[in-house]
């Protein structure tokens, strides 16, 4: 059995869960509603205020899918619940990133401002000129823009220059070896 697929999910207060036929789930809370078709396989059971994911045999497909479906609908209770956030911070001197609107303009060594248009669900937050903050309620597409955003400017290996994750590591390289302190001829 899956570790992560027999842990049931504790519906919290203010959340329902809809199960329709072919197993399309429908999760609704304080900050939104959420929707996902689910393999036809599994079997979802509410009792009480807790949904429990079962699957029929142990074949490969079927084990892979318990865990992840288990996990698809967890994370949509979470999201419509408390939502999901996602930080990040800008590394390099001149860049900065600015609100207008609901869009983001980021400042990153081109020669032009790139803007990022938030697809719906998804709201942006500027907390300095260096900093931003992705929230929605789906995990999915707030990980993907922040991916998105992320690959404007990547963070480089040298001087570390570029958009990360906020509390990301990146590891630099040490350039060139008469810069380091190498052996000079």
Do not use: C, W
């Amino acid at each position: 059995m899956s570790r992560i697929g027999k842990v049931p999910i504790t519906v919290p207060s203010g959340v329902k869960v809809e199960v329709a036929s072919g197993n399309f789930i429908t999760v609704t809370g304080p900050k939104g509603k959420l929707s996902h078709t689910f393999p036809e396989s599994l079997t979802f059971t509410q009792d009480n205020g807790v949904v429990s994911v079962t699957r029929p045999d142990d074949t490969q497909s079927n084990r892979a899918l318990h865990g992840l479906s288990r996990t698809l609908l967890a994370n949509m209770v979470t999201g419509v619940k408390d939502g999901f956030t996602k930080s990040m911070e800008l590394q390099g001197v001149g860049y900065r990133v600015a609100k207008a609107g609901e869009n983001l303009v980021f400042q990153v060594g081109y020669s032009h401002p790139v803007q990022v248009v938030p697809p719906p669900g998804i709201s942006f937050s500027v907390e300095t000129n260096t900093r931003l903050s992705i929230t929605g309620i789906d995990k999915q597409i707030v990980g993907q823009v922040a991916a998105n955003i992320r690959s404007i400017r990547k963070p480089e290996p040298y001087k570390g220059k570029g958009i990360r994750y906020a509390g990301e590591v990146v590891r630099m390289k040490a350039g060139k070896a008469g810069k380091v302190g190498g052996k000079k001829k």
